[in-house]
């Protein structure tokens, strides 16, 4: 099956600091999603974004799909941008394989 | 707002007793979907429905049913949990996963942490 491995695994940084999350992915894929898992655990969803950029206020997303990465960038982090960061991506229908997460701490 | 939700948000239930774990939405979306999260690790997913069409992860224990009564809801049943079964359970849903962009789209509900005793 698919692979999926995410990169750094941990990320520690001051607030005000910008940072790049990676997500390298081994085949083809029709949905890509970047989430965040806050300390609750709750997936919140970031971006549908099997190819292009999207952004959203601080946050914004690339996928390259012939490359077969996506990198999500975080700008003037903030305490509440600490928690897990999953790459979820689908083949064909359905079925949503996960990458291991990077855990960003975000100090004040 | 339209959202997945999921009661209860803690469970504690004892080894072999089963238990039942809820998912509602009212995004009206086909497909709904079980994950389990264990500690420190991803999301695996378990089964999905499409409509009234289940669809079972291979590697899926046969410990682990569901059902789906109506578009509303799913219900994720344990018929003798054990230890290894505490974990997070995630329900989630797609507008139509077989369709174009945008509609394969997952969103969570807030999840239900399982103890087992």
């Known amino acids: 099956g698919i692979q999926v491995e995410q990169s750094p695994p941990d990320l520690i940084l001051q607030e005000g600091a910008n940072s790049t999350l990676r997500c390298n992915f081994s085949d083809s894929v029709n949905n890509l999603q970047w989430f965040h898992q806050n300390p609750w655990g709750q997936l919140i969803n970031l971006f549908y974004?099997?190819?292009g950029t999207k952004q959203n206020g601080r946050l914004s997303a690339t996928t390259v799909a012939t490359e077969r990465y996506s990198l999500l960038y975080i700008s003037s982090s903030q305490t509440t941008d600490s928690g897990v960061y999953f790459c979820a991506v689908g083949q064909g229908a359905q079925k949503l394989v996960f990458g291991q997460g990077t855990r960003l701490t975000i100090n004040p | 707002d339209a959202m997945v939700i999921q009661n209860p948000r803690y469970q504690v239930t004892q080894f072999g007793k089963p238990v039942t774990l809820s998912c509602s939405q009212t995004l009206n979306h086909n497909v709904m979907y079980w994950y389990q999260q264990k500690s420190s690790q991803a999301p695996k997913l378990l089964f999905h429905?499409?409509?009234?069409?289940?669809?079972n992860e291979a590697d899926t224990p046969d410990n682990f049913q569901s059902r789906r009564p109506n578009t509303s809801f799913c219900f994720l049943d344990i018929r003798s949990p054990g230890l290894g079964d505490a974990a997070m359970y995630l329900c989630?849903?797609?507008?139509?996963?077989?369709?174009?962009?945008?509609?394969?789209?997952?969103?969570f509900g807030p999840g239900t942490r399982l103890l087992v005793l």
């Open positions: 989630a849903t797609s507008r139509d996963s077989r369709a174009s962009v945008g509609f394969q789209t997952q969103y």
């Open positions: 429905y499409y409509d009234k069409d289940f669809n």
């Open positions: 974004i099997p190819s």
